[in-house]
């Protein structure tokens, strides 16, 4: 096998000076390209596993990855979803790809970054990705757009229907199979028995346990009458129902990666295939996290510290413990350090790969430091401390929740730590630009293009029908001067059917909406009643109202020409007979026709 050398971007040492690390792929592995499952779950905390000391909880199977392979103690992820899944994607620290929200474009990569799965795809690999992506929607933005062969899942930040849910697969509207998590974990083990004879990248980023708190009866009845004995350190804070439906939805993630890790034994691969585990932020709620202070969207340690499984059987030594801290930027320099593949990049690698240390061999190991950054809020953590967004300073090694603060007795530390956060701030956060970037229509590469209410704009009396744009509606669109509007990039002209997914009331049938961009329009009318009831009360075991969802309609509203160029997509009203208009969920575009008429 060709070995190759990987450059990693300069990195920040505790001795103000920067260094490049240059790391060689070792000649010990076998000659067959491994393949890589990457499993990153979904607003799990570091708590929410037997392996770290719950006896709350069974998690057996994904324990299994850290007794077979190396547990790191010390690895760091973002405050919240979409940055985390930036930087495994681009091994460089969020801000750099523009990430700065969660929702309403602000969750996209910019286009210039480089993703692992387009590093893997071009070393021959079949890519795939399964769930939750929430770093673009629309194409080149899209998954099928950024090295991944194969997309099944949503795009958006958070769903509001576990069962059998609305997904797209690889840009079509298709309809989900069962349990989210279940359904997802079927389509990787066929994913893995298609390309069993070729080296794959696969994907699997699961959306649970994130809000809503919905699980199969075959997990909650293990936890509804449980008494817990593991609870926060405060426990006034902690809801003991919502903990125990995280708690079933935990253990359904577990049940999953046993039925792959079986598949696996079963397909022969289990030998060549690296299996890497871990999360996006911190717990979603106050419950057992190893005592530590913050939950998820806090930049302390319980807001970013992620368990970190990787396994690689006859390779990576069995329960293998690293204390070194690490974080999701390295996860690309590794994967491609472990495959023993040259990873070209459009822009420098932060991260460094970690191979040294999963092979105890730490002689040429520099000390860095780990920088954490949230809307405003930066905390930065060494091997052995933490100073926070407040300036504060804590001997993690000692003090895993951040009781004492201890910048007085080390000033010249926390002053050393200001300084390097103050200048990574200078570099990095400063490439953050919330000014609007188009949202892009019509790629020749691609023929779908969904615009959902999540990323328009409502004018007049329209508002959201919840306070989170990711999963939400337009509704109370009761005036002829309402609209909606996206702001659009249109990148091929050409012929597009647009389809509206709407719910009207029988009583309200007969607006007239119009879709328009430029002199370009088209105009269609209600004519058929949609107004199913509000769901997900019947699987939830929290109440969430805010997550209710229901079923929305296509209807095609015919085909529109759209030139290229920018401009602002409008759709409005011009007649509304009933009390509203329609409750607006999805725009979607397909091209049937490239170029002019």
């Not at 991944?148 to 697969?169: I, Q, R, V």
Request: aromatic content about 10%; overall charge neutral.
């Amino acid at each position: 096998m060709n070995r190759f050398v990987l450059l990693t971007a300069p990195a920040f040492l505790l001795n103000s000076q920067e260094a490049e690390a240059t790391l060689q792929s070792p000649t010990r592995y076998q000659n067959d390209k491994p393949n890589i499952i990457v499993i990153l779950s979904d607003d799990q905390g570091w708590g929410d596993l037997s392996i770290n000391g719950n006896t709350n909880i069974e998690t057996p199977h994904i324990d299994s990855l850290a007794q077979s392979g190396a547990r790191f103690e010390n690895f760091y992820v973002c405050p919240v979803s979409s940055p985390t899944r930036a930087e495994l994607l681009t091994g460089r620290y969020h801000p750099h790809s523009n990430v700065y929200s969660t929702s309403t474009g602000g969750e996209r990569m910019d286009l210039d970054e480089t993703t692992i799965a387009e590093v893997f795809k071009s070393a021959g690999y079949k890519t795939a990705i399964f769930g939750k992506w929430h770093n673009g929607m629309q194409y080149p933005y899209h998954p099928n757009a950024r090295g991944f062969d194969e997309f099944y899942g949503f795009a958006s930040g958070h769903w509001g229907n576990y069962f059998s849910p609305m997904l797209e697969h690889n840009g079509k509207i298709v309809q989900g199979n069962g349990y989210i998590i279940n359904d997802l974990t079927d389509h990787a083990m066929k994913f893995m028995e298609n390309n069993r004879n070729n080296p794959f990248f696969l994907y699997l980023p699961y959306n649970t346990p994130h809000n809503p708190l919905q699980v199969p009866d075959r997990w909650w009845k293990k936890f509804e009458d449980k008494t817990l004995k593991m609870r926060h350190r405060n426990p006034e804070k902690e809801n003991v129902l919502r903990t125990k439906a995280v708690l079933a939805m935990c253990e359904n993630i577990d049940w999953n990666v046993g039925r792959l890790l079986d598949k696996l034994q079963k397909l022969d691969l289990a030998a060549n295939t690296i299996v890497l585990y871990f999360c996006d932020n911190g717990p979603n709620g106050w419950r057992w996290n190893g005592g530590m202070k913050g939950k998820k969207g806090s930049t302390d340690e319980g807001g970013v510290r992620s368990p970190l499984f990787i396994s690689w059987p006859g390779v990576i030594q069995p329960d293998t413990r690293i204390n070194k801290i690490a974080g999701a930027i390295d996860l690309l320099p590794t994967l491609a350090d472990l495959a023993g593949i040259h990873a070209e990049t459009s822009k420098p690698v932060e991260g460094i790969s970690l191979e040294p240390l999963l092979f105890k061999n730490e002689d040429s190991w520099n000390k860095r430091l780990l920088y954490t950054h949230w809307k405003g809020r930066i905390s930065v953590r060494s091997q052995n401390y933490r100073l926070d967004n407040e300036g504060k300073l804590f001997n993690i090694s000692k003090d895993r929740g951040q009781q004492y603060d201890i910048s007085g007795q080390e000033p010249e530390l926390t002053n050393l730590l200001k300084d390097s956060l103050t200048r990574w701030e200078q570099e990095t956060v400063v490439e953050i630009d919330e000014n609007s970037r188009p949202f892009t229509i019509g790629h020749p590469d691609f023929n779908y293009t969904q615009l959902p209410a999540r990323d328009g704009k409502p004018h007049g009396n329209i508002r959201r029908d919840r306070g989170s744009p990711n999963c939400s509606w337009y509704t109370n669109w009761t005036d002829t001067q309402d609209k909606i509007t996206w702001n659009v990039e249109v990148l091929a002209e050409g012929d597009y059917k647009a389809e509206l997914y709407y719910t009207c009331p029988r009583k309200d049938l007969g607006a007239v909406i119009e879709l328009s961009l430029g002199p370009n329009k088209i105009t269609g009318k209600i004519t058929q009643a949609h107004d199913p009831p509000l769901r997900g009360m019947e699987y939830e075991r929290v109440r969430l109202p805010e997550y209710y969802v229901k079923s929305f309609m296509p209807m095609n509203l015919g085909t529109v020409h759209l030139d290229k160029g920018k401009g602002t997509l409008t759709l409005k009203a011009l007649d509304i007979p009933g009390d509203q208009a329609i409750d607006f969920r999805l725009l979607m575009l397909e091209r049937v026709k490239l170029g002019a008429n």
